[in-house]
């Protein structure tokens, strides 16, 4: 809805209504009508005008106008400024409007439009920390500890590159989110044949298993150091993260309450960033040049144990989970944004079972896709280079400080690094390290049950009740690990940690090689400009009455497409050679 207003003038003041028409009010001097917006759960808005009250949180928008007239009841006549003045109700709909925007014109100071960028990003802060939580999870600490312990700091370079990669993989995954609307499973379900779905639903199931078979056990690890909780007994309680996610997570929801649960997320997060910052303020005797030439190559990472823990750390960092994850949680922001200005995009879907069964999906707008892709981006490369990084560059140098050099480090373990902390750093230390594992294990598990969901419905289409759905998922993932925990007990739990993050390396090059060869095609990078030029149904081959606009690429370039590939390469490769050494008995 736009708004002419000359009102000091008393000209004539109309109220352009897409949807429900217009509403004119003439004569309206500043003396005698006041407008204002109040809040409202409507479909519409006003743009222009100031608002009040509460925004519709499923809509996000207002659709009433508070309109003040004099007292003879009507719009119009001449100018009574000594008057009373009472409140009749103008209803708008389907309005554009506009969010509040915190702006820096030409003339302001440097140190402003910082400012003014900054509480720009602020508003997409939450989905990379959800992410960042799939790369300091358990098993990092597992692959992280073992490394540390055998090769003291050389195994950070592996750390940095992985992080390097896991940056370059999840900025495709939000492309792919943002442009296509739907999440990396979806994507293969749209554009792939049925056999080779199925193939890559295997792969994914299995990493979701394997994933969490790292969750539970160091979740599990961390209630029996902490509470003395049997290793069995909490691998169950962690079911309780299912509950979590079914109470607090809706993508369809409002948006407050995803921001809430991204709050919480975020909180497990810096609790764990908080937790290893204070361990590594309490270690001594570690030479700081040392720590840092841990981030340059050297040989022990390239060589028999050492490339399996090297593999180990790549799988434990770039987590294939994550890429369905990343490329799933960003559609709430566009949503939000569309919402914001009116705009309208969706896409109808018929679905497989029946030609009857229509679906009307949201697809984000170019407007929203170009505004909001680059905070989305940042905020995941921000919170996986300083949350992630520093969370496993942390475990692996306290690690090495304690372990390294003792007879305990051969067999180096979760719980061995616990005892070691107490004994060296006292029982505070070793209290913070359990507490870090249990927030690492309590949030990876979250968002690995939302993962777990993301795939079951993407590749199968899963047609069932939400909490069922969660509940049956975490199902699949939680009980290998209760079986193994009961089966190999303390003494296994290390081998059984490193050999799951190991799988998830070598399931890495199944889940990557879909990501790049979608993000890399036009044919599925296209997005409709609304402003472009209508193509008829000559130039398309559509049926009489189809109308569609040019459409913009949005499709990697070939310098990304080229790097993409090598990237490609390089894991499977690496894996490939693994496999090699594993089969040899080199590892």
């Not at 599990?220 to 079914?246: E, H, R, Y």
């Not at 981030?295 to 987590?319: D, R």
């Not at 505004?371 to 306290?398: E, G, H, K, Q, R």
Request: hydrophobic letters at 50%; proline letters at 4%.
């Amino acid at each position: 809805m736009n708004r002419r207003n000359d009102a000091s003038r008393g000209g004539i003041n109309t109220f352009n209504n897409s949807a429900g028409g217009d509403g004119v009010v003439e004569s309206m001097d500043s003396d005698d009508v006041q407008i204002t917006a109040v809040g409202g759960g409507g479909e519409g808005g006003v743009s222009g005008l100031p608002r009040a009250g509460n925004v519709d949180e499923k809509s996000g928008l207002h659709d009433v106008v508070e309109v003040v007239e004099d007292e003879k009841g009507k719009l119009g006549g001449e100018k009574r400024a000594e008057k009373p003045k009472k409140k009749v109700y103008f209803f708008a709909s389907a309005g554009r409007r506009e969010p509040p925007v915190v702006g820096a014109g030409p003339g302001d100071t440097f140190w402003k439009k910082a400012l003014s960028m900054v509480l720009k990003y602020a508003k997409f802060m939450g989905p990379g920390f959800m992410i960042s939580v799939s790369y300091m999870d358990p098993g990092n600490y597992a692959t992280d500890v073992a490394a540390g312990a055998a090769f003291r700091f050389s195994h950070l370079f592996v750390i940095l590159l992985a992080n390097i990669l896991a940056i370059f993989l999840q900025s495709l995954c939000v492309k792919l989110g943002s442009v296509t609307g739907v999440d990396l499973a979806e994507n293969c379900k749209r554009s792939f044949p049925r056999w080779l779905c199925w193939t890559l639903y295997f792969f994914a199931e299995a990493a979701i298993i394997a994933t969490d078979m790292a969750e539970v056990i160091g979740s599990a690890i961390a209630l029996n150091i902490l509470l003395k909780v049997p290793l069995v007994a909490g691998c169950a309680i962690t079911i309780l993260d299912t509950f979590i996610v079914l109470w607090f997570y809706n993508a369809d929801g409002p948006v407050k309450h995803i921001r809430w649960f991204e709050f919480f997320v975020a909180l497990l997060v810096f609790g764990v960033v908080i937790c290893f910052a204070i361990e590594l303020a309490h270690i001594e005797d570690t030479p700081v040049g040392e720590v840092f030439r841990g981030y340059l190559p050297s040989k022990a990472v390239a060589s028999g144990n050492g490339l399996y823990l090297s593999c180990g750390i790549l799988g434990a960092t770039v987590m294939p989970h994550s890429l369905f994850l990343g490329s799933g949680i960003v559609q709430a922001r566009m949503k939000e944004y569309d919402n914001w200005h009116a705009n309208e995009s969706t896409a109808t879907v018929a679905t497989e079972d029946t030609a009857i069964t229509i679906e009307r999906k949201y697809k984000p707008t170019l407007e929203a896709i170009r505004y909001t892709m680059p905070f989305c981006i940042t905020d995941m490369a921000v919170s996986l280079f300083t949350c992630a990084l520093f969370a496993n560059s942390a475990i692996l140098i306290v690690s090495a400080a304690t372990l390294s050099d003792t007879p305990e480090a051969q067999d180096a373990d979760l719980f061995s690094i616990y005892e070691l902390l107490v004994e060296n750093l006292g029982k505070a230390a070793g209290i913070l390290f359990a507490v870090a594992l249990l927030f690492s294990g309590e949030s990876a598990g979250i968002v690995v049950t939302l993962a777990g969901q993301m795939i079951s419905e993407g590749f199968l289409n899963w047609r069932m009740r939400p909490w069922l759905r969660r509940l049956i998922t975490r199902a699949i993932a939680i009980l290998p690990s209760i079986v193994v925990a009961g089966a190999v007990g303390r003494r296994g739990l290390a081998e059984v940690l490193n050999a799951s993050q190991v799988t998830l390396s070598i399931i890495l090059p199944f889940v990557t090689a879909p990501l790049i060869w979608l993000t890399c095609r036009a044919k599925y990078m296209q997005v409709e400009d609304p402003n472009g030029e209508v193509i008829t149904n000559d130039q398309t081959g559509a049926e009489d009455g189809a109308v569609r606009r040019r459409s913009v690429d949005m499709s990697n370039n070939w310098f990304t497409c080229a790097f993409a590939v090598v990237v490609w390469g390089f894991i499977a490769g690496l894996n490939v050679y693994l496999i090699i050494t594993l089969a040899m008995g080199n590892a």
